[in-house]
């Protein structure tokens, strides 16, 4: 039988698999695919293991369990000024890229257009062209990794359906500002655009600076579908557990696509990251400094190494650039460094619809002292 031709036919596997393979292939020390090597804290794993036995083990509700979507609304009116309302407005997802795919879907119709900008999340595009839709890839102004405002308003039309935004941001490390979340909100005024602000890494901001979310701003959040994970919050990303906050009206779409896609998330990890979120708000609010002394331990280690790094504002990655170290593209390169010096890392062109001609390469620092010593010994050697 005939199989038809592929709704992603440029799409091959994930940089993330890719790299994480070639690391277990050839042993490495993997600072490639974005997860911490340390466990979640010892008592949100007794709370899971708590639910478990006590029978927490059928389907959760469609929009999550309702214990846990009070206690997002009430961090999220904490953090934020805003309380959504968890009945309506807060979906638990199996991770955020469920919620990034069905918010997409949710507004998103054929022959539309999405602006992402580059270098982007990588899941971001093909969910663009599921939805039959054409991704607008806009690149960030370096070396800031900034919003190219100009061109933001050239590219905008009648056709815009969405705009996605990511801060802290994935790969680069950069911020966007109240001002930057004013600015949209202005530029989009005159359009029928969405918002999907993709804010999984809303704790781990750096040097006293602070996460600028769409939902502090009243105008912008009225249009905007706002992406959290529980995965890097703590340590979890194996469990992919995410969230999405939305008007009733945009929660409503989201949902429609929502139940028909996992229907519902994982019930026992609900009830725990419930009892969790309210024992121990300590440990969000204390992620930034956890994951600022690693950064700053493995920008020390670096320091006297031939890669170039500007400290990353936020995420748990840090950029570098190896030209003084070698010429090679960065495909290439990271290939190397995993496999002749044991290091795995991700080359940064893959998130870019044309990549510049840039020699950089992403670590991720979210590991164990130990490992980020082991990794920086070796990598003083090139
Ligand atoms: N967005 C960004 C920017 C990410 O880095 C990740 C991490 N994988 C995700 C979305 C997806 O998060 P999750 O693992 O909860 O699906
Ligand atoms: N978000 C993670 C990263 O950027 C990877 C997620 C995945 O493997 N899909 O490394």
Known sequence: MQIPSSKLPGAGTTIFTVMSQLSEDYDAINL????????????LLDWVSHHLAAGHNQYAPMAGVLVLRERIAEKISELYGTQP????????????????????HAVVRSGEEVIVFDPSYDSYDPAIRLAGAVPIHIPLLPPQFEIDWDCLKQRLNERTRLV?????????????????????????????????SDEVYEHIVFDERRHASVLENEELAARSFAVFSFGKTYHATGWKVGYCVAPRELSVEFRRVH??????????????LADYLIERPEHYLELGAFYEEKRNLFIE???????????SKGTYFQLADYSKISSQPDMEFARWLTVEHRIAVIPISVFYEKPPAAQLIRFCFAKEAATLREAANCLLKL
């Open 85 to 104: 309302d968890p009945v309506e407005e807060v979906t638990v997802t199996s991770g955020a890229t469920e919620a990034l795919f069905c918010a997409i």
């Open 259 to 272: 139940q028909f896609n996992t229907f519902t998330t994982t019930t026992p990890l609900q009830y725990a």
């Open 32 to 43: 490639s695919q974005g997860f911490p090597d340390f466990q979640p804290p010892e008592e």
């Open 164 to 196: 996605i935004i990511n801060s802290p941001h994935n790969p680069t490390g950069s911020l966007l500002s109240c001002d930057d979340i004013q600015r949209l909100a202005n530029v989009l005024r005159p359009y029928d655009t969405f918002v999907l």
């Open 301 to 311: 280690l670096m320091d006297p190494s031939g890669f170039e790094m500007k400290p």
